[in-house]
């Protein structure tokens, strides 16, 4: 958030600028994220020969650079677009727009309980950054969790409410899947009810590990189970466990089984 920001970044930092006028020899820009302006010097904008910086840079454009000196006694910043990975700038622009976004939430909070942004920042916003490290991150987990997230760090109540409703209202919680085949068999009489206790009690083993499983059938006696969670790791370890559970257990019922990962 942009309050927590030092006065000027280090050298190394990924910054969110906006062209506001191009030259010959370069770009200056203003640094979105701390009010400060910065040069993007020609030779730093691509690496390949620039003929024309305007085939790379736009005035008002949004770009995403990286900070290779300061002179803060000179108010001067130097940047790189050039030096800047395809993966650093696409995570550095999510990261931004979740920032925005939840000092937009935290407003919206601020505005419905009549107080002042700073205020509900210093009452809730330092307490959810000093936790997750990023205010969205605490506010997703809210949003997930409910109020008591919140609660237990220390905001008080009727904030707490008010933040927990907006993020709700507004976040929407990102899940991955993973999937695979369960091929389970039972030559028994009940064997189809077996069958269908065993695949119940991976669902629910999936889902006391906080997943949401799902388990339909393919064709006998091919059934798919689908977990989603919040991240690969997470979802992987889950449906390793869900399909460990029914593999053990239709065996238990004199049963046999297998599973497949799917992609």
């Given amino acids: 958030m942009s309050l927590r920001r030092s006065e000027w970044p280090e050298v190394g930092d990924l910054v969110i600028a906006t062209v506001v006028k191009i030259t010959d020899y370069g770009a200056y820009v203003k640094l979105d994220e701390y009010d400060k302006e910065g040069l993007l010097h020609v030779s730093e904008v691509a690496s390949r020969w620039v003929r024309n910086i305007r085939d790379y840079v736009r005035e008002g454009q949004k770009v995403v ?30 990261l931004w727009k979740k920032d925005r976004k939840a000092e937009s939430l935290l407003r919206t909070a601020a505005e419905k309980m009549n107080i002042s942004f700073e205020e509900a920042y210093e009452r809730a916003g330092v307490l959810i950054e000093k936790a997750f490290g990023e205010l969205h991150d605490g506010l997703e987990k809210t949003a997930k969790d409910g109020v008591d997230v919140l609660l237990e760090l220390g905001v008080d109540k009727e904030l707490a409410i008010t933040l927990e409703a907006i993020a ?14 369960l091929k389970l068999q ?20 999936g889902e006391a590990e906080g997943a949401d499983v799902d ?5 006998p006696p091919k059934y798919r189970i689908v977990v989603m969670a919040e991240d690969y790791k997470s ?10 559970s029914a593999l053990k257990a239709i065996e238990k019922s004199g049963g046999t089984g297998s599973f497949r990962r799917e992609k």
Avoid: W
Wanted: zero cysteines; glycine letters at 4%; proline letters at 3%.
């Fill in 65 to 94: 650079l990286k900070v290779l000196r300061v002179q803060a006694d000179k108010g001067q910043v130097d940047l790189s677009r050039r030096r800047v990975t395809k993966r650093e700038k696409k995570e550095k622009l999510l």
């Fill in 168 to 181: 709700k209202e507004k976040i929407q919680i990102s899940l991955v899947n993973v999937k695979g085949i």
């Fill in 186 to 205: 039972n030559p028994k009489p009940d064997g189809v009810l077996l069958i269908k206790e065993t695949l119940k009690h991976a669902k629910e083993v």
């Fill in 215 to 219: 388990v339909y059938l393919v064709s």
């Fill in 235 to 244: 979802a992987e370890s889950i449906l390793e466990t869900a399909t460990n």
